[in-house]
């Protein structure tokens, strides 16, 4: 625990997977990535697709520069690697995520107190934020949402590769989020399973809460949160914050 522990927020930051959903994403990413590369069979081999999207989604999560937006970062890398240009690709994809990437709901379950969550933040009048990690486009967020029993108006933000210059674990994306809803690091409270992602918020003054049902412990992170609990535990925390 750490010390500047405060009971009163303007705005709540929630992680998606492994947070409001029961989603694995090291059991989802191989087979989300698989499904996407078989869309270019006979374009670009298997394995390489799947090594220069890796490799891409890499560089995404490593950019620095504050005006690139991360579609841009990944797409700039992923099209130079595999040979393509973004309009070749562009309605592949969009019809992967129409028609291909529904049928991985399998790997999502929904939690009960995920519910819970976001009805008390709208009982509080807390405006909620979707604190992804912005990998992702927006139809991709939008569906595992659903699986979650979620929906999108549920939410002041939702962070994506569309609309974010920075991934998690980088703190400049807590910054941006700040920035984006008018609301300083230290009136919001990011809630998440992940103890480097998710509690590095700290980082630009967030308060945290370490949500432990599905719990990502990094090895050699030291694991520093305000605040931890289930996630029904923090529908229950939300309910006490002090307007
Ligand atoms: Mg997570």
Redo the contacts with the bound molecule.
């Keep these: 625990m750490i010390n500047n522990n405060r009971k009163s927020y303007d705005a709540i930051l929630v992680?998606?997977?492994?947070?409001l959903i029961d989603?694995d994403?090291n059991k989802f990413i191989p087979a989300y990535v698989d499904a996407l590369a078989k869309r270019f069979t006979g374009r670009v081999d298997h394995v390489d697709f799947i090594r220069h999207l890796l490799q891409a989604t890499s560089i995404m999560v490593k950019n620095r520069d504050p005006h690139k937006k991360n579609k841009v970062v990944f797409y700039e890398e992923f099209c130079s690697r595999i040979g393509y240009s973004f309009e070749e690709i562009e309605p592949v994809i969009d019809d992967f995520y129409r028609k291909d990437f529904p049928n991985l709901s399998c790997w999502g379950q929904e939690l009960p107190f995920a519910r819970s969550v976001v009805e008390t933040a709208q009982k509080k009048n807390l405006p909620l934020i979707l604190a992804?990690?912005p990998l992702f486009p927006l139809a991709a967020v939008l569906h595992r949402l659903t699986w979650a029993g979620l929906n999108s108006d549920d939410f002041k933000l939702i962070t994506t590769m569309d609309n974010m210059h920075y991934c998690k674990p980088n703190p400049d994306y807590y910054l941006e989020i700040s920035q984006k809803i008018d609301c300083p690091p230290e009136r919001c409270l990011m809630a998440?399973?992940?103890t480097l992602?998710?509690l590095i918020a700290a980082k630009v003054g967030m308060n945290t809460f370490l949500?432990e049902d599905?719990i990502?412990h990094r090895a050699g992170i030291e694991l520093v949160s305000n605040y931890r609990g289930s996630l029904e535990d923090l529908a229950a925390f939300i309910e006490n914050i002090e307007l």
């Design positions: 992680d998606l997977d492994g947070t989603l994403l992804t990690n998440g399973n992940d992602e998710d949500v599905f990502l």
